[in-house]
């Protein structure tokens, strides 16, 4: 027998979606692990990241449409917040990944005052002058790559007190450091010959601040303060 009350009918909709991004924010060389649900079926699909929708990998769904722990790498990209898109023929869903600035890495990672020493800096934010500290010491300003967000400089180590000088590169909110181990040395001995009874000057750097310095030559011991 037939209803004499009509029937309702609604259509349901499932749309796709990226329901894990992990981490949610990181470095350029960060490894995101993404799982998404809502897609076509057993079907291959793939995933694109960043303001290019550059193509960073593929993905196989399940009968249930999902895809589970698909992981990619994080290419160079500026500072902020970009998109993540996984997509299946017309079934496409989206996320957000933060790209956060970091300096890696110095090279080298340890030396003495005066050494050279080279900063690549990623995830800055484009266009735009980095400042650079090492240690206490303001290193000339440097420019980034103006899409992608990376810097490489180079500088001599300035006099720094203490073994570990924090390195750090600022522009706006993107900040990335990074430390360097500086190794002390003596840079002169004035004269570098001479009698007995001569008396001799000797200069170093890289010591602490205001520390006890104890000098040994031969049997002598002499002490001076930083």
Same mark, same amino acid.
């Given at each position: 027998?037939?209803?004499?009350?009509?029937?309702?009918?609604?259509?349901?909709?499932?749309?796709?979606?990226?329901?894990?991004?992990?981490?949610?924010?990181?470095?350029?060389?960060?490894?995101?692990?993404?799982?998404?649900?809502?897609?076509?079926?057993?079907?291959?699909?793939?995933?694109?990241?960043?303001?290019?929708?550059?193509?960073?990998?593929?993905?196989?769904?399940?009968?249930?449409?999902?895809?589970?722990?698909?992981? %990619?790498? +994080?290419?160079?990209?500026?500072?902020? !917040?970009?998109? @993540?898109? =996984?997509?299946? /023929?017309?079934?496409? &869903? *989206?996320?957000?990944?933060?790209?956060?600035?970091?300096?890696?890495?110095?090279?080298?990672?340890?030396?003495?005052?005066?050494?050279?020493?080279?900063?690549?800096?990623?995830?800055?934010?484009?266009?735009?002058?980095?400042?650079?500290?090492?240690?206490?010491?303001?290193?000339?300003?440097?420019?980034?790559?103006?899409?992608?967000?990376?810097?490489?400089?180079? %500088?001599? +180590?300035?006099?720094?007190?203490?073994? !570990?000088?924090? @390195?750090? =590169?600022?522009? /706006?909110?993107?900040? &990335? *450091?990074?430390?360097?181990?500086?190794?002390?040395?003596?840079?002169?001995?004035?004269?570098?010959?001479?009698?007995?009874?001569?008396?001799?000057?000797?200069?170093?750097?890289?010591?602490?601040?205001?520390?006890?310095?104890?000098?040994?030559?031969?049997?002598?011991?002499?002490?001076?303060?930083?």
């Amino acid at each position: 027998m037939a209803s004499p009350y009509p029937l309702d009918e609604d259509v349901l909709v499932v749309v796709p979606s990226i329901y894990l991004i992990s981490p949610s924010q990181g470095t350029v060389g960060s490894t995101i692990t993404i799982s998404g649900n809502g897609f076509v079926a057993n079907s291959p699909g793939t995933i694109t990241f960043g303001p290019n929708n550059n193509f960073r990998t593929t993905l196989n769904t399940t009968g249930s449409g999902t895809f589970v722990s698909v992981t %990619f790498v +994080v290419d160079a990209q500026a500072f902020g !917040t970009t998109t @993540v898109v =996984a997509a299946t /023929g017309d079934a496409v &869903g *989206t996320g957000s990944f933060k790209i956060m600035a970091n300096i890696r890495p110095l090279s080298p990672t340890i030396g003495t005052v005066g050494s050279w020493v080279t900063i690549n800096g990623f995830g800055f934010i484009s266009g735009n002058p980095v400042t650079i500290v090492f240690g206490n010491t303001s290193m000339p300003n440097v420019t980034t790559n103006s899409s992608n967000g990376t810097f490489t400089t180079s %500088f001599t +180590v300035p006099p720094t007190p203490g073994t !570990t000088a924090i @390195v750090q =590169a600022t522009k /706006g909110a993107s900040i &990335g *450091t990074d430390t360097y181990t500086i190794i002390p040395r003596i840079y002169s001995v004035n004269p570098s010959q001479g009698s007995i009874g001569t008396l001799i000057t000797v200069k170093g750097d890289g010591l602490g601040a205001n520390d006890n310095v104890t000098v040994n030559f031969g049997a002598v011991v002499a002490s001076s303060t930083t």
